[in-house]
């Protein structure tokens, strides 16, 4: 239980931080659907959007570089909710 409270506020954490930094930045990261309708959106017109317009799923546009030295190995040490979190924050910009 102690591992989900810590995932659940790390992520409230990002979260917040993630939507102050994608209003002042340039370029914050995008989703589109599945099914490849409709445009790009935002991770907060995602979330709360469910599913897209044509039903699909939202994925990022985009995904950063995982290389084994800066994110696999030291990865391999993590608990699960450290390992989830490490992996949100990659996406959620």
């Known amino acids: 239980m ?3 409270s810590f995932l659940a506020g790390r992520i409230v954490q990002h979260f917040d931080s993630a939507m102050r930094r994608a209003a002042s930045s340039s370029r914050p990261m995008k989703y ?3 099914r490849g309708g409709g445009g790009e959106y ?3 017109e995602a979330l709360f959007a469910g599913y897209a317009p044509d ?3 939202f994925v990022p546009i985009s995904l950063p570089c995982i290389t084994a030295n800066e994110h696999l190995i030291p990865w391999s040490k993590l608990t699960f909710a450290e390992l989830a979190y490490s992996i ?3 996406v959620v910009e």
């Open 2 to 4: 102690r591992n989900l």
């Open 32 to 34: 589109k659907s599945t």
């Open 42 to 44: 935002t991770f907060e």
């Open 55 to 57: 039903g699909g799923l």
């Open 88 to 90: 949100i924050v990659s």
